[in-house]
């Protein structure tokens, strides 16, 4: 239970504050977040937060285990978690977390745990969360426990902190450096306007010019905002620290936490420095191939800048001959997922999605696919090369039914494979940059090769339809691939339509616009096959990647292991009464006998044999009635209608 007296009262006058208990998941102990009416809270969404003394009585009062604070961009604090430092029974703490709780100085406190312990300061981290083994340091879209059980020796206060806890980031959490740049400062033939001018109107001009004018949409963080800016400007400014420092002085991201002290040099000294480490080559009458040409290491080789030293900002276009395209060598793609030859269904960085209606099966399929990548094995008789570690965020439905599927999909998988699945039950808003800020803090505690997203439409509050807001999502995507250099799997819908209308083509069947659907590079397609239950046909709607079309498929699921079966059967299926009397019901209770059939063949592609046979069955069995509608006296042709109850036949 929280001791309320040690608990500092600047954290208890914010609305901030979540309950929490015990619960095991997949045989561990964990702390979910709850509201005070007992639904799940999120660490981004402050409509599940309360205040300090709601939180604090209905933890006394409730099935609850204590309280939580949960940090944001709009406070000042920041949490330091220590795990398994200290002995429960004797108190004593391991010297490298005493080394820590000494450097920070600030309020600390025991864990629920009691093995672990909590620093509280105040200052902001250089970069996005992080986990490192059982170091944890957060400043926003997370929560920790809080127990009021107070450290002795430790101050009762939450202090300023900024430089020391820039100094134990940049030691446990600093990104790898490709240490000091050992090329010389190349002067450049520019005024500052110029530079800024020709770097906007370069091939990634729209990247720079966003940034430029403070608009860090896309990074999780302003502060990688910054590094890609510097990296931007140390190409541009010819590795001249001073000249990028003045630039990004007059830039729309530039703000007091620029001259903040780190240590012995500042945040922007800092990010400088970061900057040029990662930066080899700079603007010259003709840039050499290669990562200097472009503004960060991990933006796309086609988006980076090539110039001729002419007055030109545009780089000319080039040709080569057909012999020469022909001779030259490509590399080998990196497959997730194979296609039987030298192409690929899924690169390692490629965007895949398996659309289908509600209910037909697009989780069973991500969960299925997710453990075949896992475990290096086929997926519907195409090869995996090799086992990749797999995050599948599950943005709808409930843990415990989740659980269930997870139980038949993992039955018969080795410790190897499971050790490389990671899931989380999540709420998340890409558009969101305190929600895309805590999905990157996730993706680099977990470092994913693959990325799964279930729903897409839950990830995000646009208009599917609209291609300049599906193009904003498709980039922030691209560039959550970019950064974790993983490949991304979506569930997504197929396009309504009234049943049995003859079905889209292609991507056309995805639903939303084209700026989506373009961007793939492979959507699989599932359908119910008219043939019966637990058959499914698969078409692949779209395969960028592939060295040939790839083949209709027509599956059976087994319900017991969530797996999908290729069979024989021609795509042709044959027609259940069932599903016939399912095709009347969804037109109303009433078909006509021309649009039924004609539905089934073209949208189905079912036999029209089956379908008049399926249907006579019907009539015989009384379970539908036929007649010929007016509109058909002429044709003779007949329609169907299902058999009303009696009392809807009293009120005729």
Known sequence: MTATVTIPDELKALRQWVVWRWEERDGKATKPPYTIDGKYASSTDPDTWTTFEEAFAASREGDWNGVGFVFTPDDPFCGVDLDKCRNP?????DPQAREIIDALDSYTEVSPSSSGLHVLVKGRLPGSGRKRGDLEMYDSGRYFCVTGEHLEGTPLTIEERDAALSALYDRYFAEPKAGPSTAPIVPVNLDDAEIIERAQAARNGAKFSALWRGDTTGYPSESEGDSAL???????????AARIDRLFRKSGLYRPKWDSRRG?????????????????????ARAPSGNGAGP??????????????????????RAERLDELMAREDEPLDAVIGDGG?????????KGCIAAATGVGKTNMLLRLSRQICAGEPFLGYLIPRPRTVLYLMLEGSPRATKRRLRKVWADADEKARSRFHIAHAALDLSNKDSLASLYGLLHEVQPEVLVIDPLRNAHPGDENDSAQMARLTAILDGIINRIGCALLLAHHDRKRPPFVRRDAGSDRLRGSTAFTGWLSFALSLDPDPGGEDRLTAEWTKTRDAESALERLSLDFDRSTIDFIPTERAPEGAVTPEAVLSAVFQQGGTARGPDLIRGFVEGAGARERSVR????????????????????????????????????????
């Open 264 to 284: 012995d040099t500042t945040y922007g000294g800092q990010t400088i420095a970061r900057a040029l480490g990662l930066s080899s080559e700079t603007y010259t």
């Open 613 to 652: 046979d399926a249907i006579r069955t019907c009539v015989k069995d009384g379970r539908l009635e036929e007649f010929v509608a007016e509109e058909d006296h002429k044709t003779r042709a007949k329609s169907y209608q299902l058999p009303l109850e009696p009392a809807q036949e009293e009120m005729l």
């Open 296 to 317: 960060t290491a991990d933006e796309p080789a086609d988006e980076r800048e090539e110039n001729d030293g002419d007055a030109h900002t545009v780089p000319p276009l």
């Open 230 to 240: 510097c990296a931007m400007l140390a190409f541009w400014a010819g590795h001249d």
């Open 89 to 93: 029974v004797t108190g004593e703490i």
């Open 342 to 350: 030298d192409g690929a269904i899924l690169t390692h960085d490629g």
